[in-house]
């Protein structure tokens, strides 16, 4: 499960560039991540020049976020 | 089919715009589509063009396009010994990618291509055999439309969505991308000399450069490896960051520590092999979103304007024939792969074998390399360069043999 921090995104579309399964695309003016088609392969984790992308273990832990982590 | 358009070209960057130059100076109905509000903005590179690439192409500059030409480089081993290099092949310009892009779609429409911003490519439509005939676009957001075309052409750059859907594989392996960080910084005294600085310490699998612009500006960035970004956990060698090391530089160096930051920008830029098809029936593929990029600097401007030209060449005489198989297409492949397909092919080679070599090694290379051996190692001519380092350093041969086998 990966969420993005908007505040410190550039919108370089990098994590877009390379997520194998088009699970992140630009939206207006930020980066939407859609969890459906997320494999949690990692690899935006690693691209992401700004290190606004995160990656939490299992779904469980995501869950315990706020809601408001993930999509603000 | 009654169609829309003769070509629908994805993308309004370089490459796109050199194609929809040159198809629409032939007398076809060129239509360009961008998801940007504004053409060259944002801005995700740094902005340095070779001078040979813009003669080819018969085009003289305008002065609002670029900050400043450049004389050559500087390029700077680990331990600080700094290697210039100019020559009629070293110069170039610095752009002003904003109005440089704008420059380049402004004179696709004066040839009569059509241009539409703020267009985002949802979809691509399929006829019933599966052949693209078309795109389904919304502007800014609004209900989507359709415009159909017999050719559908992909300049859209690292993300390449629609290329994806058009069967082209252009995802990215990590092993084949650096992730770049990039401050626009004041005041920075400059030679007009592009400056490179090497070593695994400054940044790991890629480089560090400054690039002066104008009125004592300068883009100072950073890109590293995919592959040694970032998370250690998730597999990465070495946890590194773009940012952290280049603010690390930055407080370490003179000149910059003072300097302010004008402009943050980063993106991530593929330095692998292009991909292994660049036409399907009824489309093509241009630029970066075909990964032809340099793969020693990552530069992709001056390859992206050269596959525009010569796809549009071949998509004119499709366009006369009616004929927009494959078979018709592969020509612009064929051309590519001739010029400079085993050029690009070199450097990546090069590449490879660099990210080898050690920081004591490189400092080595830097002591007995002279600014005469540059161009031929540049234009894939390894081996009198390989044999004078393995002459002094046997155990170089190691690494150094994958350059001359």
Redesign the interface.
Known sequence: MITIKHDGC???????????T?AI??V?TRMEHFADKCIDC??C???????VIQ?YKGVKEAKKLPPEAEYG | MKYDHDVIVIGGGPAGATFARIAAGAGLDVIVVDKRKEIGVPVRCGEALGVTELIKEGLDIPKGCYSIPIDGARIIAPNGKAIVWKDQGTKGWVLERKTFDKWLCELAVDKGARINTYTRALEVLKDEKGKPNGLKVTHGGRDPFDITAPLIVSAEGMESLMARQMGFKTVHALYDIDTCYEYEMKPYVHENLIELYFGNAIAPRGYLWIFPKADRKANVGIGIGGLVSNDEKLGGLKGAQPKPLLDQFIKNNEQLKDASTLLDFGGVITVGAPINEFVKDNCMIIGTAAKQVDPIHGGGIGLAMEAGVMAAGVAIKAHEKKDYRKEVLFEYEKQWRTHPGPTMAKRLLLRKVMEKVSDDDMNYIFNIMTERDLPSIMGGNFAPVVAKMVAGRPQLLAILRGLVS
């Open positions: 550039i919108l370089c579309v990098g994590c877009s560039s390379v997520c194998p088009n695309e630009v207006g990692g690899i984790v690693k691209v992401c020049p700004a290190n990656m």
